[in-house]
């Protein structure tokens, strides 16, 4: 049997390709959308990819399953589970609780684990050569390391209303049958730590059902509302795309083919007004953004958190333009388009360039840690992390607004007021800065290091909340 | 908990680093000994290297042990079990059974797991924060997935006398601890598919005690003597190099620090006697190495076989000279010390240059199969794989003699025979075909694609074996 | 005045992009068809590409003229001179004797220099902010240094009658105005050592008229019967496809845009018939292709001579399969677009995965140059290098067939004799020798190292040489 | 002849390798110091590196001549002309006027042409199988392309008084000895455009004899008087480091071999006292610089003036730490070698690592176009660039003050006042304007796009200057 786990760090996000090489076939679960990391694995490892599956329909990513069966003439197997609102709406060999998929010598037995979703699938994997018993199992966003999948999704990112306590309800239910299993079955979960599927998941890639009835906080908890109380409690904000991958994910994707280079933008094509038109994205690291940026241009930093980020604060109808490099603007776009952001018109890659040629470049204000907290009066102080991460620790008289929200509060921030932005080391709040600049603030400062340096100063904390017009307070 | 499994295809090894991101320190099990590998993950990762083990004394690869000290001062942790014979002589901190490790909030608990070696050790990993229970287990070469570590080696390869049987009771013993742990622990060995240290290892990177107990054949033997002889049945012939990896790693080897590009040899710098001085080997695919190699050159072909090989053929005391491209020749000076073959003069990028500047190529003879089929009476045919897989299937008439055999039996090889070496696709029957080129045989063919190819064209193949004068007979 | 060399080794053919950093206009004189090189050259020196000239239709290579112009937007200026036979027939702005072209504060006066081709002209250009006085001139094909254009072409490569010595006439007449021209001026012209445009092309990029005067043989004849026999005596044979470019040149060639990577071919696509339908160019070295190789696959290596050795080898009308790594499969393609042989199939990177999977290799013999002495009489030897060459020095009885006229005198070339073919060192022959194996030859035997491997081991030369039967013979 | 120019743009500087093809022989005129460069171009064209010469001792870089010697054994040739202050230290064979060093078949005359500096002599180089007579002249910092090389650089950087009219009238009578050279022969200077040993270098490599006697300014005054004062005129400032270069190559500079990659200094090996013992160059573009960098730390960009801009703001005698990419560091390290700066200590690529670990981030800030207009008089503008930059066009009542004399002048500059700092497009004013933060200057103002934004943004501009207290005004 071959088997390997692909991590996308972006989406935290993994995805199995398990290989039967007597017969050379072999299944992808999960398949993310820039496929040719699979093409590539079974080419080296002499394999043909003959099955796609999904555990269920995502909400974080665009599943990549119809362009890698449109590139390999793969089959597709799908949960039929879950009812009728939970369908899949393109062909796919339907997929029942015990159903089995044989791939070569290797059968994945389908066990219905609803919860996260109510179409949710896992696999149970036997090698049949090594073992008539399961060695593996494939739990999506079921069961994760040290944490399950969260049931409030639906309800969150798509609006779903009502499905959340019935969905922590399935789930309480599934993890029965998980608990049911042998203790030494390895678990393969979809997602890693800082996914946001999960509120707690752990940095080590696998598990046994064994450790997890051991370790993970879910398994213990032996009291239905407990577990629903305590499930429901804490999830992070699910971010603004969830619902349209959601939609995509179950309608059928567009097929795109593996992405080329994009379009250079050269400075006598940018215009003036080209923010009117295009949303610029300006992925160069906090320091650079601050010191000189085009007006109206978000500053979401190239990294691992790219493709998250640009799900939360874009608009998926208007034209993406990124200031990036030429050597990152294939994988930004990658990242772009693991999401389904498949319109960019293309990427700057010189900003001075421009800035030169007379185009105006603004500055986001930083402000030290001495200086807010000899002078914190003069300041409003936003605090743009989630809110537990607010509960558990925050700066004086800060509030609490999500990144992610800014659009959805922007009422509650007073332009007239002098705003400090912050989050644990300034890249969030690079984000909700740079979106404020672009909504026509002027008195905004990035609290350079973030809470981080604040903390290092050896500044006073503040560790309670409450919640006031949507918008938690100290 | 950070966790990272780092392999090294051309040895088929697994080393591990794990680290406790609470406290920022890391450990790091059976290092190799290119430590940038380590050293990388930990600045990734923001870790530092504070402690390093060994689950024994290695035969298959020279350990880094010393050379990631001295890089980073983390301090060593050895066994002290197993008797006089078997201690480290170098300083470290000594393990016996139930010691433990402590690396911040991570505990690792030693197992005397002896049977592969007398000294041989396990780690029991239980991450604090997350349960009170160990979460995994780091087998070294006492537990594969699919397979143990064998007990022979030491006689095989080091030339211990009566250590075989010994090692396989101890085995036999040590595999009861391993079954008396819960099924739910992740095992993680020291190899992979591919290593000498074992017959079957499986593909599959990790397993767990329960799925090993269900499916390792070494699991299933309950009686003593009928475990021991399976056990020593089979066994693979181990490479020539292991006897000075074993000495090497107890008394402490050479630090070498990051090596540095090898020196490139002019064609004005190469002397036609230089096969006088050095060992040439040629790194090029086995086609071009028939077509025109230099004199005396040997073919060992850049692949994951490339340390194992090198170990087999080479003289430790000569200097060796690479026929490498540029871009490999860094790559391959690193399998050569990752074994101990430290001596490397320089490498031949384009022996091209050589052929034109009157330095006279030899050529390797092809067969194809068709024509042996047709005149086999005319060649004597040699089979250079193991013994194992010679006997599940030949060439009909041919003898076995393993190719790291050829310098032990080289008297019993006919010069006056006209002589057809082949192996599975051609790559082992390239190295055996070129040492006989060296030793000055002259009707030497190589069999083109092995005997896949011979099977793939439906000619007769034979299964049984018998072994005379040292070498095994159809 | 910004001025950029662009030399294409593989034609050795320079283009020229000259630019005006006033205005941040440029103009690129005889571009090669991949165009991306000069769009990259503008973008980095802040120019647009706003002009695009010729100063002939080209027999060597595939212009870049259309495919520039259709990425720039460029206007395109060619010769209207040379009579009715030799005029563009596509769009462009004509020229004519005295016309000038400008590009900002340059300017370019067309001067006639008819000889090479009859409507070949050159450009003196001033950089007037400079000096009112010409700096350089682009002679194209009339004057190289050291050497002028052949008049020859036409007639041996294009076929047409009669223009041979015509033209070297017009090239006489032309040379008195070239002498005419200030000593100052320097001459940059359109190929380098190597082309097949000229025959005693320097290796220094550039001259100047005074030089030129001095140096080039071709300027001190005064005698225009003697210039007209010296020009025509001893031009090597003009590649095949030369006739092809001429006529695409003229025409307007096709356009294909910035070349995408090739297709992969994998070991399943490939069928053994694939020979019957493609042309099998195996790129590797002479050594590789000499131990084994796609039966009737020719050995065309990738260096230099690339593209000249497509052209004289291959038919425009077959689709292309390359035997190349990942690596090289697209400048090889780029070698082969800049001749206009744009249908590749795609590329085969492993050759060895068609060995195992049953595809025969065959060998290509080689023999040593000691045994070719000894036993000279068995063999029938065939020089391959040009007549000049072989006239110089060649192998005692040997015949000399040019490698590029094997096709055409394959019948004078007995299969039931032992064949040696060399060159002189071994990369030429090797061509000839897979045209051989091609067409069904067995007793084929490539001479290691070529006459330079025989001179160095000291054996005997000739000197003298006869034609019969349109063979040379020694 | 081989023959090759290469160009080093961080210094401008040409250096030349010229080869007998026929004997394998190469010359090397000015070698820089990294010297892998030449080997290189050695290796790949088959010739020896046997002569290396120099036209003068160098003032802007350290020369390469030792360090290549000790890599090849070639011989060292240079001139014993200038008189006993200017005679080189270390063992060299030496050439007077008239003698030539023979390179095979290639023979380069020496002529004495003083005037740049006292011992500065020009090869003549004769093909002498292609011609008698010379083909190219390499003039060094003599003639370059519109140019002569500046007389002033010994009096004005190395301090030695009364030298630069006795220079200038060398200079003169050099040019006569130039001007009497056949029109023909080509000019290969030692600079291109943008070195800071003349003033007005073209931007075309080379250029002929009688094309400069037509184009050159320094060519057509006929006046010695008239020469001398145009001559001395507007010479761009030298910067601070020439001295120091003119000293190590006359006496010899350091041996160092081929450059590793520089040391790593991780967050912890930072201390926050770093910039007491080390200088600190920021290497990122401006904007990053200006958004935020560690105190005290100078902002010399990553570009082309690199080199020039550590010659000018550097302390030779201190350590020096770079921020730079991993990617950078080993180019910026040769950059600095290359002007004998060899005391790297190491370099940062991650300062968000260090801002986030409590290290303070200082910002610059930076002023718009449309501000300053408005508000001019609240704020004291310091123009840096040269002052013939200054004099042709600058922003009314701005002072001219050269970035490279700011240590100079510093006691001129108030710190009570607002400082705007300008340059063309701001990248020498972020130099200047971080040594004034360096020097604890708080109200510094970097003008957003310099001179160019504010000429497009259509501001008033002035052209008259006077100088006072050593420093322009307008």
Known sequence: MFFERIYEKGLAQASYIIGCQATKE?????????????????????????????????????????????????????????????????????????????????KLQVIYTPGHTPEHISFLLTDTPASAKPVMIFTGDFVFVGDVGRPDLLEKAAGIEGTMVEGARQMFKSLKKFKSLPDYIQVWPGHGAGSACGKALGAVPGSTVGYEKLSNWAMKIEDEKHFINTLLEGQPEPPKYFAKMKKLNKTGSKIIGIPQHPKKISVDDFRKDLNE???????????????????????IQDNNSFSTWAGWMLDYNKPV??????????????????IGMDNLEGYIPDIEKLEVSGIKMEILNQIGT?????????????????????????????????????????????????????????????????????????????????INAWVQAGYKIEKESKVELGITTG
Chains 1, 2, 3, 4 share one sequence.
């Not at 990819?49 to 597709?76: M, P, R, V, Y």
């Not at 509960?391 to 007239?416: L, R, T, W």
């Open 277 to 299: 038109n295009f949303q610029i994205v300006d992925t160069r690291d906090k320091l650079s953004f601050a010191g000189g940026h085009i007006k109206g241009s978000l500053n």
């Open 26 to 106: 072999a299944i992808v679960i999960d398949p993310k959308r820039d496929i040719d990391t699979y093409l590539q694995i079974a080419e080296r490892e002499n394999l043909g990819i003959t099955h796609i599956t999904e555990t269920h329909i995502h909400a974080d990513f665009l599943s990549g399953t119809l362009e890698l069966a449109k590139a390999t003439g793969a089959k597709i197997y799908l949960s039929d589970e879950g009812g009728n609102d939970w369908q899949y709406q393109f062909q796919h060999i339907g997929l029942k609780e015990n159903d089995s998929i044989k791939v070569g010598n290797l």
């Open 321 to 338: 333009v990124l200031i990036a490099s030429d050597h990152r603007a294939n994988f930004l776009q990658r990242a772009l388009i693991r």
């Open 370 to 450: 001495e200086e807010l907290n000899n002078q914190s009066s003069e300041y409003r102080v936003i605090d743009v992390r989630s809110y537990t991460e607010f509960d558990q620790a925050h700066i004086p008289d800060s509030v609490n607004i999500h990144a992610g929200y800014f659009e959805k509060y922007i009422n509650e921030i007073n332009p007239d007021e002098k705003l400090v932005i912050y989050c644990t080391s300034g890249d969030r709040s690079a984000i909700a800065a740079s979106f404020l600049l672009k909504k026509g603030y002027k008195n905004v400062f990035n609290l350079s290091g973030g």
